[in-house]
């Protein structure tokens, strides 16, 4: 059973970097055809897809966060990363780490809340 646990501060300071880790257990992220995604849904918004690190290596993101976002991996402790640089109160959302697989996306984590604010 694959489970995904993210990780990281509650609140982050404006301009600053937001940096959240989701953890991955029952099955390596190098394992072949799966991508470990981050999605984010701000209060009263719909869920956004933010980008992935491919089993590969390689990433791809959203156009409109790309200039500020970096999705890096640690396959030693099976484990990626998101870093959201410049955040504003505009990045204030519930942040889900995902696995896309098979034509879906089969595993989430539970979600973490991320509050931008001074």
């Known amino acids: 059973q694959v489970q995904l646990q993210e990780s990281g501060p509650g609140l982050v300071n404006p301009s600053q970097t937001l940096s959240l880790t989701c953890t991955v257990s029952g099955g390596p992220i190098t394992n072949n055809g799966y991508y470990w995604t981050w999605f984010r849904q701000p209060p009263g918004k719909g869920l956004e897809w933010i980008g992935y690190?491919?089993?590969?290596?390689?990433?791809r993101y959203s156009p409109s966060l790309e200039s500020r976002t970096l999705i890096s991996r640690d396959t030693s402790k099976n484990q990626f990363t998101l870093q959201l640089s410049s955040v504003t109160p505009e990045d204030t959302a519930v942040y889900y780490c995902a696995r896309y697989g098979r034509w879906k996306y089969d595993y989430w984590g539970q979600g973490t809340q991320v509050t931008v604010s001074s």
């Open positions: 690190i491919a089993y590969s290596g390689s990433t």
